[in-house]
């Protein structure tokens, strides 16, 4: 993957955050722009586990102006499409069109 023409929204993926977040310590920062007007979410704790374990992810540390919204998901599974694994009535991914 050439990181240099990455532009835009993409995902990375489940496996590769993995496999990046579990060599060392690594810190999570989301950028959100709407309407012209910017905020960011700060988490200076963030690592997923791997598929055996339901890709969990441990967030922590949060700094920002965009609100700590993944507090509530940190020890969690990941719940996509095809799995869910949250333990809601409500199929969050299939409701909302989307993971995580």
Request: hydrophobic letters at 20%.
């Given at each position: 993957m050439d990181?240099?023409?990455?532009?835009?929204d993409f995902w990375?993926?489940?496996?590769?955050i993995?496999?990046?977040t579990s060599?060392?310590?690594?810190e999570l920062r989301v950028e959100l722009v709407y309407q012209r007007k910017s905020c960011y979410a700060r988490h200076?704790?963030?690592?997923?586990?791997?598929?055996?374990?339901?890709f969990r992810r441990n967030v922590g540390g949060y700094s920002g102006t965009a609100g700590d919204d993944l507090a509530y998901s940190?020890?969690?599974k990941f719940t996509t499409l095809d799995r869910d694994n949250d333990?809601?009535?409500?199929?969050?991914a299939a409701h909302y069109y989307g993971a995580w």
């Open positions: 990181l240099d023409t990455l532009r835009g990375l993926g489940k496996r590769y993995h496999r990046i060599s060392k310590s690594y200076g704790r963030f690592s997923m586990s791997d598929e055996e374990n339901g940190s020890g969690r333990s809601c009535h409500l199929y969050y």
